[in-house]
């Protein structure tokens, strides 16, 4: 049973950890890079990778739903516009045969070409971020934070009224590795100080627009 609200609980917990990907990107990751990690069962162990999914799904609908939100995004807020960038180019995904990846002579074998790193170096270069290897720890700590607290606040609003609930979801719906239990269950076995520190440095890299949850509800 799931409340209202944009997304319900699959979308609404897929967004900030597609955000969090594109970040990874201004920073110093490629897609192939963090689809790995988000694929590997020593990592992530997602059933595919965000941008293999965005890929798969139609670049065009991100594109259109930013679009639509823009004279509402909040000021201040973290905003990547590689996605926007691929979108103008006529990347619209697999069904272009080329979004961030490229699927060559109708193969669905994600191939990662020049054109694509470039937008991506040419967004670092914008924001004035100097990129760099980034350890396959940090994209899987980093995309988790982003996991874990938006089913927080998914909780703290009323819209999933258990935790299970949001396990259910993520595993069943979204490829969330069955072995972790789910993002609450995950986060339920780390150190609770630890997870809220990192929390409040992700909140700050993310700008004023990032809503930081109330952990607690997590453990309750």
Known sequence: VCGVCFGFIGNRMAEPYLREAEALLLEGATPARIDAVAQSPEWLGMAMGPFAVADMSGLDIAWRMRKAQAATRAQGVRYVDILDRLCEAGRLGRKTGSGYYTYADGKQAPVT????????????????????????????????????NEAACLLGEGVATRASDIDVVMIHGYGFPRWEGGPVHWARQQDRASLSRELHELAAQCGSGFVLADLNVLFE
């Open 113 to 148: 070409d020049s054109v694509v790193l470039q937008i991506i170096e040419d967004a670092s270069i914008r924001r004035g971020i100097k990129r760099q290897q980034l350890p396959a720890e940090t994209i899987q700590r980093r995309a988790m934070l982003a996991i874990v």
